[in-house]
């Protein structure tokens, strides 16, 4: 009786070893599962290296985009960003089309037109202001540097300040189908003044002598340009 309760209980130790053996690497791997789920993502799922974000300098890189501005000019009680203020000599149905391209530090604007007259110069510049009712709407001349001397009603003519590399002067000559085209490079960049219009002349070529520098005459049309 005694030689077979000691079997009986030898056999229960080595079969609860045995099953222990079994169920501790089951637990052990039960608990490293758990684990990779309270984290809220298994650790196998992280992404490479090569699979992360872009960094923010990469990002700073990017370039403002140009601008390109057109309208065909009508009387101003019709127009909405292209006027005509004599048709007689920039007439209704004309198309003018403005093409900025800044270039880091320098500026290129390029100035197109159809529908004018014919075989006729046309002096044009850059001005402060956008167009209006009327050719005074849109202001003096855009000046890089401005000249301390102007002021309301007193225009820039000191070929100093009023000139090609300080303005923005885009004097063309129409073909015999009154198209033309004009372009300017100047040596520097839009900040927190830019001008916001187009303005045609009817001078042929603008003044450059002292006291008439910048002068272009009557202002013929206007078209309003976003700069930036």
């Not at 009603?153 to 189908?177: C, H, M, V, Y």
């Amino acid at each position: 009786m005694t030689m077979t309760m000691t079997m009986t209980m030898t056999m229960t130790t080595s079969q609860l070893r045995r099953g222990l053996g079994v169920r501790l690497p089951i637990l052990a791997a039960a608990a490293l599962l758990a684990g990779g789920c309270a984290s809220g993502q298994p650790a196998a799922s992280a992404p490479p290296p090569s699979a992360a974000a872009p960094s923010a300098s990469a990002a700073s890189t990017a370039t403002a985009d140009d601008t390109d501005a057109d309208g065909v000019l009508a009387p101003p009680d019709r127009a909405s960003n292209a006027f005509t203020y004599n048709p007689a000599l920039a007439p209704d149905g004309a198309r003018v089309d403005v093409e900025v391209d800044d270039r880091g530090g320098t500026t290129e604007v390029r100035l197109d037109v159809e529908g004018l007259l014919p075989n006729r110069g046309y002096a044009a510049h850059a001005h402060a202001n956008a167009c209006g009712p009327t050719g005074d709407v849109a202001g003096p001349h855009f000046q890089n540097q401005v000249d301390p001397a102007a002021a309301p009603g007193k225009p820039s003519t000191d070929p100093a300040f009023a000139n090609p590399q300080n303005e923005i002067w885009l004097d063309l000559r129409t073909d015999g189908d009154g198209d033309g085209e004009s372009r300017a490079e100047v040596p520097f960049a839009f900040t927190d003044r830019a001008p916001a219009s187009i303005v045609i002349h009817e001078a042929e070529t603008t003044g450059t002598a002292p006291g008439q520098a910048g002068s272009a005459g009557a202002r013929l049309a206007c078209v309003t340009v976003p700069f930036r």
